[in-house]
């Protein structure tokens, strides 16, 4: 069933509005991919050979049509998350899984601005996008924290608005493709729960 962009189940589309609708979300992928999330929709709308109009009919305004084209990658870290929450080790498969979310914000030039400034904002038309994400990464963080090796006062908002402050700086030092890797080994380090006192040597 077809879902709006509110995620509620949608009226079922007729044929050639379905048509038009996956036209405008493979030519919306294209442009966000050579041009940024900031795209002129004009573009997108002649390149798939409808108007301006029956791009606003299907997607009421930029991030709705943002929602529709990363719901493929949306349904990949879902899928991933699962995986790794059979991890044995909790705290490796929550970095894993945080370094997969810092590659998707930064596969597109704009994104990484939009999840941050959609995030904990319920009006958004991303929040279908961030919200299930949102509870994935909790249910990591969770079992992460319940094995002592998270501090006890990390949330996930933490760790989302973190991941995307690290692929916007990824996308803005280009020239430093180590730099979202590098950033995020440094955030680990922080959000470690601390180790307890060893013993002292014998001797």
Request: proline share 6%; aromatic share 4%; glycine share 8%.
């Amino acid at each position: 069933m077809a879902m709006s962009t509110a995620g509620t189940p949608a009226r079922p589309m007729r044929a050639d509005a379905r048509r038009n609708y996956d036209r405008l979300v493979g030519e919306a992928r294209t442009s966000f991919a050579e041009h940024g999330t900031d795209a002129s929709l004009e573009d997108i709308a002649r390149r798939a050979g409808v108007g301006i109009g029956t791009l606003y009919r299907h997607f009421p305004n930029r991030q709705a049509l943002m929602n529709a084209v990363f719901q493929e990658t949306l349904g990949s870290l879902l899928a991933r998350s699962g995986e790794l929450a059979q991890a044995p080790d909790p705290c490796a498969a929550l970095m894993e899984w945080l370094r997969a979310l810092v590659t998707h914000a930064g596969e597109y030039r704009g994104l990484a601005q939009a999840l941050m400034s959609a995030s904990g904002d319920e009006t958004s038309a991303l929040t279908p996008c961030h919200v299930p994400l949102r509870q994935a990464g909790e249910r990591l963080l969770r079992r992460a924290r319940s094995g002592g090796a998270v501090r006890a006062d990390v949330s996930i908002d933490d760790l989302l608005q973190l991941t995307n402050a690290i692929a916007l700086a990824a996308e803005q030092t280009p020239r430093d493709p180590a730099l979202a890797d590098r950033l995020l080994r440094l955030a680990l380090q922080g959000i470690a729960a601390p180790k307890p006192p060893g013993r002292e040597p014998v001797g």
